[in-house]
């Protein structure tokens, strides 16, 4: 079974090396492998970290998993033609379409979401709906091969879930247990709903900085 | 505020990934720079990503944070010297020093620990004692200016731990809210205590043979 993750200058890290973590277990036996337009480094959001792209998407025609992570820049990958046939291709023969984030976007702009119930970033709930998706504030999204994950740390979430679809709750269980995924955060301010207003507004000010900085 | 993600070949990448996306924040204002005893990419445990260091240990005297990330295999950083030395060295002059997962043993081994509460990931919490450490049983273990967090993904609840103390409460659930960071494994499976007996069976299991094959 081989998983294609997505890369691309401006990708953030978390929603691509979350699900990395708990899918390169040896014990599932994945081919994991990322994967970019050209091969090389891919630099994540304001260019602090290199990630390697091993392959390219030519070299990579047939994942059985393919996961888009996002990016705090959606037109990084919403606006490469190259990438979203690519995405559009390789999903006709996934067994698993995935996506962390504003990684959702990316399968939108491709066409894969339309008339499916998704998620993204909480931030980007409403860019779904441009795209015939119907926008789904849960955690991680099913809707037959296709799975959406919410913002950034959702994925660890994600590919706990879709372990155990594939492998067993047994797997998934160890896989969890292995990377001691036992979360306890100091606050409850994970999801808009539960945040105080005021860092609510606090984090779309932020979000509006991000988007105007860019290492793409 | 300079803070330095130490990598190194064999390094496991969300131990490294979690807190980086955390303190990344521009809102903190935090030069994150990733450090390794030479530039260039480091591959992470059996070699399917590549990280990359954009400075040298020697241009990075005086991190105001030290971050040391965890492997498969602690020998990585506990087998060389040049990184304990350094370790060593600039943990005279940080204002917080810190591990996730197997990354405490590199600090123990630089003997940062000596008299210290501290922790790691859940299999290795003994070999802390060798170094003088007192093993403990908590996801993020503070003891001064030396704050250690529990396996692999600990790392995350670590970084906001540390950006409460550092920026204030709102600051840290700002950062949570950016990343959705509202954990919701499908199982309640992260730590020994509660993953069923066979699964942490089949977790030590799958760690001897991790421990078995080296990228490094």
Chains 1, 2 share one sequence.
Do not use: N
């Amino acid at each position: 079974m081989q998983l294609a993750i997505l890369l691309y200058d401006g990708v953030t890290a978390l929603d691509a090396i979350g699900p990395y973590e708990v899918l390169q277990a040896p014990g599932l036996g994945i081919d994991v492998r990322f994967v970019a337009r050209e091969k090389g480094m891919k630099r994540t959001d304001f260019g602090r970290l290199g990630l390697m792209a091993d392959y390219t998407l030519k070299e990579t025609p047939r994942p059985d998993i393919l996961l888009v992570p996002g990016t705090a820049h959606p037109q990084a990958v919403m606006g490469d033609p190259v990438v979203l046939e690519w995405i559009a291709q390789v999903h006709k023969t996934t067994k698993w379409t995935t996506s962390v984030c504003t990684g959702a976007l990316g399968l939108a702009a491709a066409g894969v979401l339309q008339g499916l119930k998704a998620t993204t970033h909480w931030l980007a709930l409403d860019v779904l709906k441009q795209f015939g998706a119907i926008p789904t504030k849960e955690r991680v999204v099913r809707q037959g091969k296709v799975v959406t994950a919410a913002g950034v740390s959702s994925g660890i979430d994600m590919a706990l879930t879709l372990v155990a679809e594939e492998f067993g709750d047994a797997a998934a269980q160890t896989a969890q247990l292995l990377i001691e995924y036992d979360p306890q955060p100091p606050f409850d301010a994970g999801s808009p709903d539960k945040a105080p207003p005021q860092i609510v507004i606090a984090a779309h000010e932020e979000f509006r900085k991000l988007s105007q900085k860019s290492a793409v």
